[in-house]
Nanobody, 117 residues
């Protein structure tokens, strides 16, 4: 059974930084894509950044140049380094895994990120 466990959310001032982590347990095989989505109050869930098992990455335009996705393949863990945070980055951030050629989908429980002075 695959499980995703996120950590690293919290309250930060505008311009600050946070690092999110998502550890996947269970059998993680390739191909797969791990990444982050977010959902702000009253808005739809949106893609933030993803990384495929081959290493390719994808970012939302709103976070390019500020957020960086990386991974520790040996630990099946993906990270999201968030710099220059803005109030509009406030949301619940969810880890996502698409597994195998049939793209079985898994979600983490979510972690709150609040950017406020």
């Amino acid at each position: 059974q695959v499980q995703l466990v996120e950590s690293g959310g919290g309250l930060v001032q505008p311009g600050g930084s946070l690092r999110l982590s998502c550890a996947a347990s269970g059998t993680i095989y390739s191909p797969h894509t791990m990444g982050w989505y977010r959902q702000a109050p009253g808005k739809e869930r949106e893609l933030v950044a993803t990384m495929a098992s081959g290493g390719s990455t994808k970012y939302a335009d709103s976070v390019k140049g500020r957020f960086t996705i990386s991974r520790d393949s040996a630990k099946n863990t993906v990270f999201l380094q968030m710099n220059s945070l803005k109030p509009e980055d406030t949301a619940v951030y969810y880890c996502n895994l698409l597994l195998g050629i049939y793209r079985l989908e898994y979600w983490g429980q979510g972690t709150q990120v609040t950017v406020s002075s």
